[in-house]
């Protein structure tokens, strides 16, 4: 396998290899074929999305030569100094072609002096000068720059888009990932295509095998072995508090992230309760994980006594929770107390 890193190997080149982001790609490509070019286009979203990627494509699509395309780094050249260098650059016209375009990422991190700065740039910017800006937290930006910008929201990938992403690209690494596999690491991915690429790169690059199994994939990763989860599930479906939390001090005495561990919980629950409620929806659902791991939530004795949607509520609230507590698991101890004590 190639040492480059794969979510540079295939970064996508042009808007057609843009996923997950159609209602950008539409109206960038609409304004692109209407000449109808802004002068400030701000792209906000969690990482990994394609932001940096899609201002790239933009760039090109609009003709901007490559002498003529700057990219900025917010979080290293944040202060006021670095803007009014800027902003002296962005008088003088483009080497080639019609544009300049400046994207600058991080721009959450400019100190206020440098968003003034930056500001007085985008109420009167040259007719050459195209300002992309790229953030992750849309809340730190000053409403006076949000205001002179086009706001584009990037949303996070659906877990499979990711997931034929991976076994697309193991495929052209020429290696072979079964679906369970690749369901775990779109899971770690997050929503970021970028850390899905390094997980997918860390389990190629870690195994000798062209065919990687789930539970190679696993023991990679360092997620929650598959037992474990199911033994949680379990002591949820018998109302077993005792058993519940022995399964929660394994977790921590492991050292297993207690956020994955939950999401791997909810993941079954969920497709607990669609094979219970829609049959029709047990093939594509067997997909998703391995014959031993299907079998068990198909055959799972569901207590009568246990309502599913409740359980499902109360664990996706300690999944907020534990991103916030001092004690990460003290959210989902709390929610198996309320709802069993």
């Given at each position: ?14 808007f ?9 790609v539409?109206?960038?490509e ?11 286009y ?6 990994g999305?394609g932001?940096?990627?899609?201002a790239r ?8 030569a ?5 990219e900025?780094d917010a979080a ?10 800027l902003?002296?650059?962005v ?10 375009v400046y994207?600058i990422?991080?721009?959450?991190m ?9 500001l007085?740039?985008?109420e009167e910017p040259p ?10 937290e849309?809340?730190?930006?000053p409403?006076?720059?949000v205001?002179r ?7 996070k ?11 697309d690209?193991a ?5 072979v ?5 690749a369901?775990?690491?779109?899971l770690l991915?997050?929503?970021s295509?970028r850390d ?10 870690s195994?000798?095998e ?11 990763t360092?997620?929650p ?10 002591a949820?479906?018998e109302?077993n508090?005792p058993?519940?939390y022995?399964?929660l ?5 492991e ?7 939950l999401?791997?919980v909810?993941t079954?629950l969920?497709a607990?309760m ?12 067997a ?10 939530l198909?055959?799972?004795?569901i207590n ?10 109360a ?5 907020e929770?534990?991103k916030k507590s001092?004690i ?9 107390a309320?709802?069993?004590?």
């Amino acid at each position: 396998m190639s040492e480059t890193a794969l979510y540079r190997k295939y970064r996508p080149h042009d808007f057609k290899g843009i996923l997950g982001q159609d209602h950008i790609v539409r109206v960038l490509e609409g304004a692109i074929k209407s000449d109808n070019i802004s002068h400030a286009y701000l792209f906000c979203g969690t990482r990994g999305t394609g932001k940096t990627s899609i201002a790239r494509i933009f760039a090109k699509e609009i003709k901007c030569a490559v002498n003529d395309l700057y990219e900025i780094d917010a979080a290293s050249n944040r202060g006021i100094d670095d803007i009014r260098e800027l902003r002296e650059a962005v008088k003088t016209f483009p080497f080639e072609g019609k544009y300049k375009v400046y994207i600058i990422d991080e721009v959450h991190m400019l100190t206020k002096e440098a968003f003034n700065a930056l500001l007085k740039t985008l109420e009167e910017p040259p007719a050459h000068a195209i300002f992309i800006l790229a953030t992750t937290e849309l809340h730190k930006l000053p409403d006076t720059v949000v205001s002179r910008c086009q706001l584009f929201n990037f949303k996070k990938p659906p877990k499979e888009i990711l997931k034929n992403l991976i076994l697309d690209i193991a495929k052209k690494e020429k290696r072979v990932l079964d679906s369970a596999s690749a369901d775990i690491i779109a899971l770690l991915g997050d929503g970021s295509f970028r850390d899905t690429l390094v997980t997918l790169q860390k389990v190629l690059s870690s195994s000798d095998e062209k065919k990687i199994t789930a539970e190679e994939t696993e023991r990679i990763t360092g997620i929650p072995k598959s037992t474990i989860v199911n033994d949680f599930l379990t002591a949820l479906n018998e109302k077993n508090v005792p058993n519940a939390y022995e399964v929660l001090r394994q977790v921590t005495g492991e050292n297993i992230d207690v956020g994955v561990f939950l999401k791997l919980v909810l993941t079954k629950l969920r497709a607990i309760m669609l094979i219970r409620l829609a049959p029709n929806m047990r093939t594509s659902l067997a997909d998703d994980f391995t014959v031993e791991d299907f079998a068990f939530l198909a055959e799972l004795p569901i207590n009568k006594e246990l309502k599913l949607s409740e359980l499902l509520v109360a664990l996706l609230e300690a999944s907020e929770g534990v991103k916030k507590s001092f004690i990460p698991e003290l959210p989902l101890e709390l929610a198996v107390a309320r709802l069993f004590e």
